[in-house]
């Protein structure tokens, strides 16, 4: 491939993406180059223009091109009610269930000492200036359900409680849908405790 | 993530990538957004030059910047043997062999009626022309072993042959490293006929 520099600089860019090898790498650059060169130009714009124009929401820190998000800009939504999220991936899930009408925090990640990634780079400090402005009643701690994610919410929870806040997590238990004979026992575990 | 139009323009940008789906395309915005904007730029660089510069060569009908390839224009290699190959990863794989000093033929893909890829589209024409050229001497078929790169070997074969051009294909046979007991039955009969 040493033919054509531009094809291997391509080939090398595409290489940054997560999940990207430098055969499925190779593929995409074919595949771009043979049969969609309109796509290639409409990805080399929106790359652009999100790399230029998306930034962090002043108030809940997700992406947006504004300085404050639509969501957080609402004013149907309860204020009282702040839920805290790791990425906008997670916001979008909640939302499209319909069952949440307050407001959120983006984390933009989950406390990982191994990476690095201490309560500084999740905006600790941030989240505890929003969630003390007199109108948020409630936080909701929606992190992932895994060891990083419960650990970031053990932690945020003992920061919020120490400022007085009523702290709540997303309830453990049996998925909808499921048989017990096959949900692993540590969720029926917790199910049980959690009984209501 | 209706907040933000420039990051749903993306990810459905990237749903263009072959292999992408919406997960993956969210997780690449999320990643190039958070982590990677430099990368986020670079790819976009990348992706408008190669649209832009990068064509096929007149010769080989490989991707090339130039009129006609780097290969092509070799003064060292042999012209009188013309390797015939479905696109340029295998034209990468044989060069990467060091075992082939002849010059390249690129279909850009194989002959699959069913997707509407004929003998134009694969350019039988133009190889046509190619062999004819007085030099070519022997026209080395080097399409994929399965199905379809079988099936375009034959007719690409039945042509040439026609012009009284000397078609040959690359050996079937056991690969090396391999142990017979775990090479497949039709791989160990064609090895068998082919014996040397």
Redesign the interface.
Known sequence: ???????E??I???R????VGVK?A?????????H??A?????????????Q??HH?ARCH????DDI???CLDPERDASRLCVVE???DQ?ALERTGAFKGLYFVL??RLSPLDGIGPKEIGLHKLMERASDGVVQEVILATNFNAEGEATAHVLSEALKSRGLHVTRLARGVPVGSELEYVDLSTIAHALVDRR
């Open positions: 491939m040493s033919s054509t520099n531009a094809l600089v391509l090398q860019a595409l940054r993406l997560p999940g499925s190779q593929r995409m650059a074919f595949h771009l180059m043979q969609d060169r796509g290639a130009e409409a990805l080399s714009a929106a790359l652009h223009d999100a790399a124009n998306v929401c997700t992406f947006t091109e998000c639509s969501t990425t906008p991936a979008s933009m990640g």
